[in-house]
């Protein structure tokens, strides 16, 4: 099994990302879940993005490459929503990860991503912080850069649905998610 580094969302480091380091541990990987803030998880998103603003993208960065340093050239990077953005702009500077698993975001257009990166997304269908067309643009430059992309929409969830304690949770959406992305990170 794989090593996976999983980055938590603008929430900051909650329960429900140390859980589903535990789903993936059970599933045979060695999990890492660094905390990009330092700072107890915010009560609400717009707390979420004002200690964002407060440590500053650029330290987020930087906090996760030094996580990043930890772990082995290929592990999986890993991220619910503003944390898949994070292991999207971190992808250039590990050439050799396994895969990408992006929870709750595409997380932008990464910079890099070599032919044959096996990519998985599962986003809410629609999302509130992915519209339609930045998801199509996204889908295209995965495809054009030679990516293995598998994409799973969840209809009618919220943006954070895998989250137990936030209003967006939809059991079965996150149900079926976990499914796949440990099938996806079976072979890790």
């Known amino acids: 099994m794989g090593h996976v580094v999983l980055f938590h969302s603008v929430y900051g480091l909650r329960p429900a990302v140390l859980t589903a380091a535990d789903r993936l541990r059970a599933a045979g990987h060695t999990v890492d879940t660094p905390d990009l803030y330092g700072e107890p998880a915010a009560e609400t998103v717009e707390d979420g993005f004002a200690l964002l603003r407060e440590i500053g993208q650029e330290a987020v960065l930087d906090r996760a490459r030094a996580a990043l340093g930890e772990a082995p050239a290929d592990a999986v990077l890993a991220g619910f929503s503003m944390g898949a953005g994070v292991a999207g702009a971190l992808l250039a500077e590990r050439p050799d990860a396994a895969a990408l698993l992006l929870l709750c975001g595409t997380g932008g257009e990464p910079e890099a991503v070599r032919p044959g990166l096996p990519v998985q997304l599962h986003l809410s269908d629609p999302d509130d912080y992915d519209a339609e067309p930045e998801v199509a643009q996204w889908r295209r430059a995965m495809t054009a ?11 009618g969830v919220g943006h954070l649905y895998t989250d137990p304690e936030l209003p967006d949770h939809d059991a079965a959406a996150a149900a079926r998610t976990w499914e796949r992305a440990v099938a996806f990170l079976a072979d890790r």
């Open 145 to 155: 850069a030679g990516a293995e992309l598998s994409v799973h929409r969840y209809p």
